[in-house]
């Protein structure tokens, strides 16, 4: 069963304006969660990460959200860009020397001029 | 870009055979990792290694198996491929201290005839 879920398949969105892309988890025992961003033929590269101790993670036009009560995160990219057009991962692990990382299926955002 | 190489980068075979993919960092990375990656599943964690010699399973590890005689270099091995192993794989990285990032190689395409 997958304990890592990305609802949304798909976003689009014009390009200057703000892409929110969400991500629920069902393992209470997760404490460090990332998200990746994937081209096509490439990779996943990573992109940001917030561990549980932290509810708020920012890094230029990306903040990261975590809400532990909800078991919910999301990732906010401020403003959109044509680059940003990618595949965005969710991921999350238990830390605590468990460093294995379970993903979410991804969302697939579409920057439109 | 972290220095990770995987080859080959496409590989077509039949049913029945062996198959064998591997993974070259140069960072002197502790630990790394085998993913695939499959529609509507995200990448699922295959096996992984937490020092030479030193393996373990992941959540997909049915079918796999894997060896790491050298820092540098992590082999994944279908002993008898099968169909349902179509898929991309990936391999990561990660530092001594294994909550960080995970970094991914650009992966291999891997068709079972």
């Known amino acids: 069963d997958q304990q890592v879920k990305q609802n949304s398949p798909s976003l689009s969105v014009q390009e200057g304006r703000i892409s929110i892309l969400n991500c629920d988890y069902t393992?209470?025992?997760?404490?460090?969660f990332l998200w990746y961003k994937k081209y096509p033929a490439e990779g996943p590269t990573f992109l940001i990460s917030?561990?549980?101790?932290?509810d708020k993670n920012e890094d230029g036009r990306f903040t990261v959200f975590l809400n532990k009560s909800a078991k919910h995160l999301s990732l906010h990219i401020v403003p959109s860009q044509p680059g940003d057009s990618a595949v965005y991962f969710c991921?999350?692990?238990?830390?605590?020397?468990?460093?294995?990382?379970?993903f979410g299926a991804g969302t697939t955002v579409t920057v439109r001029a | 870009d972290a220095g990770i190489t995987q080859s080959p980068r496409h590989k077509v075979t039949e049913t029945g055979t062996p198959v064998t993919l591997r993974c070259h960092q140069t960072?002197?990375?502790?630990?790394m990792y085998w993913y695939r990656q499959d529609p509507g599943h995200g990448l699922r964690l295959i096996h992984y290694?937490?020092?030479?010699?030193?393996?373990d399973k992941g959540e997909v590890s049915d079918g796999y198996s894997v060896s790491r005689s050298k820092t540098e270099d992590f082999l994944l091995t279908l002993e008898s491929a099968t169909s349902s192993q179509t898929s991309v794989y990936f391999c990561?990285?990660?530092?001594?201290?294994?909550?960080?990032?995970?970094?991914f190689g650009d992966g291999t395409r891997l068709s079972i005839l």
């Open positions: 917030i561990s549980s101790i932290k």
């Open positions: 960072e002197n990375h502790r630990y």
């Open positions: 990561a990285i990660s530092g001594l201290q294994g909550n960080q990032p995970q970094h």
């Open positions: 393992n209470s025992m997760f404490d460090y």
């Open positions: 991921a999350a692990s238990p830390g605590s020397n468990d460093y294995k990382l379970s």
């Open positions: 290694s937490y020092g030479v010699k030193d393996t």
